[in-house]
């Protein structure tokens, strides 16, 4: 600490309170700190961050969720600019007679000038706790951890730090690599052996966190957002640490205020002092996000506190309701599967070839598949469940208060595959080498094994424990302990530290929430703010694909997105690419299948014209398709799906691999694709180009995405970590050396698509930050409070907000127009945006959302409008009454 500190309490409050008043009130800066403790919490935080009953600390491996509303502070600090002492304020600490009132620390904040600003490291939590707290706002301020990531990505570094970790703790796995590269053939690329594979998709794995993989090597030496962190990292200053401070006490509210003091102070000082470091870096490295960080980031900060504050309104009733009866599902399911696994059984007197040769391997595991079967069937759910593990059986048991089971978890890898691979005894599934048991796998699975219908039955089995198992972990556990159970409401916390500067949410993630499938029905958990509101989301349409088509000008994406409503792209790219399979296909001739009833009718027609035409009629699982659902399913599945993938890859590999096809003939395909898009596909290779050369790209509004991974210098030290060197006739080391390049390849690979992804994802950041910004100004021009309207929540594209029902067509319009407007980034194509309005955030249907959203410019057949048409002011109002009446009826 390079200034002293200063406790303020009740003992001497008149003695340094009016100087330091004096001070702040000539400040410019002034560095802001907060200490809170969470002892309050309510019930469902301590199960849900495992809190332990005796020493109130929670579990290392659980991530800490603060209930905002119980949430007490225990003190600030406060660090002038320039002053050689920072001080610290007890407010609610253990030495509970040396308290100051809140109305004497409030004549502290309160002397700060207008034009002067709060510094302070993840604002966020401060904005909030003073509000949660003290219904205190903090008007001006600066949030360093939002400038650090406007400053740089996560997972930037030093490149002196690059050099100096040498391998890290990816030569953990070197002699392994140096033993499985001996069988590696050069030749055939990609084709690894899957020994080899293995070891090499630890260390390039995408979503491998392992210390010994890349992604792991660069977060050791990554600057990172922590305050503690990043002061060790431009400073060389270690801080000292919360557990270090805490010791053996549960919370802040548990130690004195000196033994806080120099603590909280410090916190402050390094606010300010990281502030003017980012700042300086900023100037030097990308000046053009200064300010954009001042009018777009940093305002930001506010409106996730207030989301925070806020909160969202949820059916707790209906929660608790879906949770039983999932769990008497899986009971069902248990039941049925362990009747089908006993008329399987045996097992057959060795394991099955495909899983001898994986390491994970072990008897246990049919050891534990034959107990459960042998076990009777009860009749008690909760029974049935327990003789199993897996999110579903070790949720309830907590509930119950009782130990959980040591039967197998069929949701793990391990047991499924030995069902998949080992009961049923099946070739395996593989990808890139690995073994694979995923929803995809299964799938294929179940296609092969079409004539064994009890092998069929255990696959179904597996996807549905899948199903419920996943909506439990991430839905219906999580949110009966994270529901408030005097206020009804979850607390989301949003943010935005991505690399790519996209918002993200946690406790609970609402974005998460799926449109489609069996977890749909999550969205209908959620409600408005009050009985006389509705949700009113509105969704950019094709955001991503409309920002391609400005950002390249290439003039297939204008066709499509220069005007409003937009024009089909999809159609153009599911035909170029089906004609690898149907030699002859154009997009005319795809178009047509809508104006035939009989398949026959299309064969008769274009027989002549075509090869292979049976390929349209049947689907990716092989099944026949119907001619009246072809056209939609192929330019969904095929054209959509290309339209929003190959931009980020830069190659059809999941087409292909979907479509059954070769690399070569997936290469075929995305040559079409290329050809169609051939402007578009410059611009991409252009965007690389820039990444390569400098190491990053800059978005359209300033930030950088660095990716040194790109660069060719990158690879040369990559290498270099490595690679040995060999004399020619050493073919082992050879080969080592070969993989290394492999490797490097494949990460650079990954750069050249995060930095295309980082500038369209990026861009879509900014458009829904500026736009969120831009409302609520809108909105207070209107007169209107959160009474009236409050912005609950950004779900990817989409912007939710609790409107007044009479207000919605006037909120709608006025919304949309701003969201749409954006005229500094688009000059060729136009934004588009849908509303949908309802009771609940659920999508309308008519069998089981009847209060659930409604797509005010796609109508359903509600009386309320045209059919699939957009709806005008008055039909809007139309809606809002069904939806009301609609609930009227179910009560």
Not at 225 to 248: R, S
Not at 479 to 494: C, H, I, N
Not at 782 to 809: C, N, T
């Amino acid at each position: 600490m390079t200034v002293k500190t200063q406790l303020i309490d009740a003992s001497n409050f008149e003695q340094h309170a009016f100087n330091l008043i004096a001070k702040i009130k000539a400040a410019t800066f002034v560095g802001l700190d907060t200490e809170t403790q969470d002892s309050n919490r309510h019930e469902g935080l301590n199960t849900y961050c495992k809190y332990n009953p005796k020493t109130g600390k929670k579990a290392a491996t659980t991530k800490l969720v603060f209930d905002i509303r119980r949430t007490i502070m225990t003190g600030f600090s406060i660090w002038v600019e320039g002053d050689d002492t920072a001080y610290y304020i007890n407010l609610n600490h253990a030495d509970i007679e040396n308290r100051i009132p809140w109305s004497k620390a409030k004549m502290l904040l309160d002397a700060l000038p207008a034009e002067s600003l709060w510094i302070a490291h993840n604002a966020n939590y401060e904005l909030t706790v003073f509000k949660a707290c003290y219904d205190y706002d903090i008007p001006n301020y600066i949030c360093s951890m939002q400038l650090a990531v406007s400053a740089f990505g996560a997972d930037e570094y030093d490149l002196n730090d690059f050099i100096r970790a040498g391998q890290g703790e990816i030569r953990k796995l070197i002699p392994a690599l140096l033993q499985e590269s001996r069988f590696y053939d050069p030749a055939k690329g990609n084709d690894l052996p899957p020994a080899l594979a293995d070891v090499v998709y630890k260390i390039i794995g995408k979503a491998s966190t392992s210390t010994f993989s890349y992604n792991g090597f660069v977060k050791e030496i990554a600057y990172s957002y922590g305050l503690k962190k990043l002061v060790k990292a431009f400073f060389d200053h270690k801080m000292t640490t919360f557990e270090e401070v805490l010791g053996e006490k549960a919370h802040m509210g548990e130690l004195t205020g000196p033994e806080v003091c120099d603590y909280g102070a410090d916190d402050a000082y390094w606010a300010v002092r990281l502030f003017r470091h980012l700042m300086t870096y900023m100037a030097k490295n990308s000046p053009d996000a200064i300010p954009t960080f001042f009018s777009q980031e940093n305002p930001m900060v506010q409106k996730f506190s207030n989301i925070w504050t806020g909160g969202m309104v949820v059916n707790t009733t209906n929660v608790f309701a879906r949770r039983d009866l999932e769990r008497s599902t899986m009971a069902d399911i248990l039941r049925r599967m362990k009747a089908t696994v006993r008329k399987m059984l045996p097992f057959s007197d060795t394991p099955s070839a495909v899983l001898r040769e994986e390491k994970w391997y072990q008897p246990k595991y049919r050891e534990q598949i034959i107990e459960w079967a042998a076990m009777p069937d009860s009749d008690d759910d909760f029974t049935q469940c327990q003789q199993v593990r897996g999110p579903v059986s070790n949720a309830w048991a907590i509930d119950k208060g009782k130990p959980g089971s040591n039967g197998p978890n069929f949701s793990h890898y391990m047991p499924m595959r030995v069902l998949l691979y080992d009961l049923i005894n099946t070739k395996a599934i593989r990808s890139e080498g690995k073994i694979q048991s995923d929803g995809e796998a299964r799938g294929k699975l179940k296609e092969r094994l079409g004539d064994r219908p009890d092998a069929v039955a255990i696959i179904d089995a597996i996807n549905e424990i899948a199903g419920v198992e996943q909506r439990m972990k991430l839905y219906l556990t999580p949110y009966t302990q994270l529901m408030d159970p005097e206020t009804g409401k979850m607390y989301p916390v949003v943010s935005s530290m991505l690399a790519t500067r996209r918002m993200a949410g946690s406790v609970p993630n609402v974005m998460q929430l799926a449109k489609r499938g069996e977890s749909t029905y999550v969205r209908g958990f959620f409600e408005a703010d009050y009985d006389d509101h509705v949700l009113v989301s509105i969704d950019w349409s094709g955001i991503e694909l409309v920002e391609i088509g400005d950002f390249s000008a290439d003039p297939e994406f204008i066709k499509a997105f220069g005007q409003i409503p937009h024009q089909d792209l999809h159609a153009g790219a599911a035909a170029d690419i089906l004609s690898v399979d149907v030699p002859g296909l154009t997009e005319d001739i795809f178009k047509s299948l809508r104006d035939f009833k009989q398949a026959q009718d299309f064969l008769d027609h274009y027989g002549s014209d075509l090869a292979n035409t049976n390929r349209l009629f049947t689907d990716l699982k092989g099944q026949d398709l119907d001619i009246g659902k072809t056209y939609k399913y192929w330019r969904t599945e095929v054209g959509k799906g290309a339209n929003f993938n190959y931009w980020y890859s830069g190659f059809l590999g999941t087409i292909g691999e979907r479509m059954g096809w070769s690399t070569e003939k997936t290469g075929k395909a995305t040559e079409r694709y290329r050809e169609r898009f051939h402007v578009a596909e410059r611009w991409r290779t252009d965007l690389i180009a820039e990444v390569q050369q400098n190491g990053f790209i800059t978005l359209p509004d300033g930030h950088r995405r660095v990716r040194f991974e790109a660069t060719h210098l990158w690879n040369d030290y990559f290498c270099s970590k490595f690679q040995y060197p060999v004399d020619r006739d050493d073919d082992q080391l050879s080969k080592f050396n070969s993989i290394i390049s492999w490797i490097a390849r494949k990460i650079q690979k990954r750069a050249h698509n995060q930095a295309v992804n980082a500038y369209i994802q990026g861009s879509c950041a900014t458009i829904a930050k500026r736009s969120i910004i831009r409302i609520d100004d809108w909105k207070g021009q209107q007169g209107w409070k959160d009474r009236e309207a409050r912005f609950l929540m950004p779900i990817h594209d989409e912007l939710l907000y609790s409107v007044h029902k009479d207000i919605v067509p006037e909120f709608v319009n006025g919304a949309r127009k701003i969201m749409i407007t954006h005229p500094d980034m688009f000059k060729h194509c136009m934004l588009d945006a849908s509303p949908s309005v309802g009771l609940t955030f659920e999508p309308w249907n008519k069998k089981n959302a009847l209060i659930g959203q409604v797509e005010l410019y796609e109508l359903p057949d509600i009386g309320c409008g045209p059919v699939n048409g957009r709806a005008n002011d008055d039909q809007m109002r139309g809606v809002v009454d069904y939806l009301f009446d609609q609930r009227k009826l179910a009560a």
